[in-house]
């Protein structure tokens, strides 16, 4: 296993006290407080053509982090003033969802557990090698794009969304609620036919190609929970 490169020999990288509002591409944000362990992560990942960014302390690196930032965090467990576990807590309240991966030089079972239930990527305990690494940040890069992507469809799914007239909505919110074109038309005293004719509508505005389509799209704009909630139609009967 190859290990982390050692630097005591060469200087120490300085921590950056501030990072580009909208960086071109992801960072793997690094938050370490031993300035020769830092040294190294931020060599091993610069050797693999990651872009770093790096700080001394959670502080430092909450005062220069925005949301809209990509990428994933490196973070230890201890440091002062702001654990890396009440960091994960900050983040978490302050809907940052960025992927996290901890190192630690303390095997803590409780506190990998606590980690890993706040949706850790990974939990590395020093001292580790460069493969296990690296093979957690680019998991946490590739969460951190899915994430957005997803974000980014969901957006745009809530533009179409919004198009939609108030029948319309709930047109799509019983279809995909599984009722019927009869239980619909029942529940908003409308002819079968009307009810196909916002159906159509429904699915051109929301460019749903099919059925499941729609019903996806429904699970990223909260349509499905829009049908218990608004809907307070009659109980079913046979189709």
């Known amino acids: 296993m190859n290990s982390l490169p050692s630097l005591r020999s060469l200087p120490s990288v300085p921590s950056v006290p501030s990072v580009p509002s909208a960086p071109v591409e992801p960072a793997v944000f690094v938050i370490e407080d031993d300035p020769v362990f830092r040294d190294a992560l931020v060599l091993t990942l610069e050797s693999a053509a990651l872009p770093v960014r790096c700080f001394p302390d959670a502080l430092e690196f909450l005062g220069a982090y925005e949301g809209s930032m990509a990428g994933c965090l490196v973070t230890d467990v201890r440091m002062r003033n702001m654990s890396g576990l009440e960091l994960q807590r900050r983040l978490s309240d302050e ?33 580790f090698g460069a493969a296990p690494f690296l093979k957690a940040v680019r998991e946490a890069l590739a969460r951190d794009l899915h994430q957005r992507r997803l974000a980014e469809e969901r957006g745009l799914v809530l533009a179409r969304y919004e198009r939609l007239g108030e029948r319309e909505t709930r047109v799509m919110s019983m279809v995909i609620a599984d009722y019927s074109t009869k239980e619909i038309a029942r529940a908003l005293n409308i002819s079968p036919r009307t009810v196909d004719h916002h159906r159509e509508h429904v699915m051109a505005k929301m460019e749903a190609r099919s059925l499941p389509d729609l019903i996806v799209m429904g699970l990223l704009c909260g349509a499905q929970e829009l049908s218990l909630s608004a809907l307070r139609s009659p109980k079913r009967g046979p189709q």
């Open 95 to 127: 809907e940052m969802l960025i992927p996290m991966v901890f190192i630690s030089g303390h095997g803590d079972v409780s506190v990998s557990a606590t980690a890993f239930k706040g949706g850790a990527v990974d939990f590395l305990q020093k001292p």
